[in-house]
């Protein structure tokens, strides 16, 4: 018997046990097919760097659901209340952003048990807590492919700021905020009260291994490493 955490809840602490009769799929790259007239095999195929979303299928057991004065709403707010979209499976660390999920039948089995199903929909890959944020300088990416990471700017002078990875310049214009916020997998550029900034050249990313990363103010970077399910 395993557990799942939803909205910061652990699902054993509601008497909903995970059983482990369970599989995650392997993230799989999407690879597109364009016609091509006059070419023998009549196609062509090219893979666009990003990966399709997950689904799969998690069963549940609550036994003695009557002695557990567990109800139907109790499930139901258990897997629905939206505070997050988190899911962790049998850990602590690791999650997965929900896309989407469905609750299926609930079974009453022998012994006063109910059984019932979940399937997720989920991005490709996990995601590690990160409590502390990283500095400029070597910048390790421990995941399994590049990842978009989370940049946050202290600028108290005022100048216009500039982070520069890997070699590639990434500039934000008519920057007057002191706190702003790079985020790089939604591509935008935001501080505190929610104003948006304009940028020049491609938001950063972290490719696999060592990465070389500086910015001309005060920085600290959330890394967003991807991993598999293992």
Not at 63 to 71: G, T
Not at 138 to 162: A, D, I, K
Not at 165 to 172: A, M
Not at 212 to 228: G, M, Y
Request: some cysteine.
């Amino acid at each position: 018997m395993g557990y799942i955490i939803l909205n910061g809840i652990k699902s054993t602490d509601k008497g909903i046990l995970l059983l482990s009769d369970y599989s995650i799929p392997v993230a799989k790259e999407t690879i597109e097919e364009i016609s091509v007239l006059g070419r023998q095999e009549g196609t062509l195929t090219y893979k666009t760097g990003t990966y399709k979303d997950l689904s799969f299928t998690l069963n549940f057991i609550i036994k003695n659901w009557k002695r557990a004065k567990i109800e139907m709403k109790d499930i139901l707010n258990f897997v629905f209340l939206d505070f997050d979209d988190k899911l962790f499976i049998n850990n602590e660390e690791y999650y997965y952003t929900i896309v989407n999920k469905e609750l299926g039948s609930l079974n009453h089995t022998k012994g006063m048990a109910v059984e019932f199903s979940v399937t997720f929909k989920v991005r490709p890959f996990l995601r590690k807590v990160e409590n502390l944020p990283t500095s400029v300088g070597e910048v390790v990416n421990n995941g399994v492919v590049p990842c978009l990471p989370l940049f946050e700017l202290n600028n108290t002078s005022g100048q216009r700021v500039t982070i520069t990875c890997n070699g590639q310049e990434f500039r934000i214009e008519n920057q007057r905020s002191n706190k702003i916020y790079v985020d790089c997998e939604r591509k935008i550029v935001y501080d505190d009260e929610g104003t948006n900034f304009k940028t020049q050249g491609e938001f950063p990313k972290l490719e696999l291994g060592s990465n070389t990363v500086t910015c001309n103010v005060d920085c600290k970077i959330f890394k967003k490493e991807l991993f598999l399910y293992w």
